[in-house]
T-cell receptor, first 113, second 114 residues
């Protein structure tokens, strides 16, 4: 595809459930970022991948959050034991290389009931 | 720590009016500064950027100048159009790790009426 693709676009789950959010970056982009945007706020950094490795996971709020990028392309953000406070739009962005322009996906709206 | 503060919205203007959205930042060192725009139903897009003091970023009639002395990066446009209606985010990146770990402001919603 031409841009960063995120699936699903909307996810509704119940408190305590496990969810996975997927990001397909632009082909050839080695850098991948996850951000979280709460209602009325700007995006907040979660994690940065360069290739397959998480180079910076300092923004993950706690150990319920985990992200992988096993082949250096698609990434999955995993949230265990979801809480209502996890409700937000989760954004993925990719760039051609470290320090290059970021291209954002349209996000996954996560609602925890 | 690093932070970005931008003026609260919504900002409501008539078409062809002059636009200013204020943005100030707190950062150690010399960050790069950005304006991103989020049109309804679309993802965030880079609007313009500046990487050092006194640089002016510009795109689509929008401009912003990196002012180190006032730690500001205000967004301006001389004549807005209805199609400029969107949410605008100011952001910085300290690039300390060589990558774009962006810190965003809360966003300012702009509504332009015919």
């Amino acid at each position: 595809g031409a841009g960063v693709s995120q699936t699903p676009s909307n996810k509704v789950t119940e408190k305590g459930k496990y969810v996975e959010l997927r990001c397909d970056p632009i082909s050839g982009h080695t850098a991948l970022y996850w951000y979280r945007q709460s209602l009325g706020q700007g995006p907040e950094f979660l994690i940065y991948f360069q290739g397959t490795g998480a180079a910076d996971d300092s923004g993950l709020p706690n150990d319920r959050f985990f992200a992988v990028r096993p082949e250096g392309s698609v990434s999955t953000l995993k949230i265990q034991r979801t809480e209502r406070g996890d409700s937000a739009v989760y954004l993925c962005a990719s760039s051609l290389g470290q320090g290059e322009k970021l291209f954002f996906g349209s996000g996954t709206q996560l609602s925890v009931l | 720590g690093n932070s970005v503060t931008q003026m609260e919205g919504p900002v409501t203007l008539s078409e062809e009016a002059f636009l200013t959205i204020n943005c100030t930042y707190t950062a150690t060192g010399y960050p790069s500064l950005f304006w991103y725009v989020q049109y309804p139903g679309e993802g965030l897009q880079l609007l313009l950027k500046a990487t050092k003091a006194d640089d002016k970023g510009s795109n689509k009639g929008f401009e912003a100048t990196y002012r180190k002395e006032t730690t500001s990066f205000h967004l301006e446009k001389g004549s807005v159009q209805v199609s400029d209606s969107a949410v605008y985010f100011c952001a910085l990146s300290d690039r300390s790790g060589g990558y774009n770990k962006l810190i965003f402001g809360a966003g300012t919603r702009l509504a332009v009426h015919p």
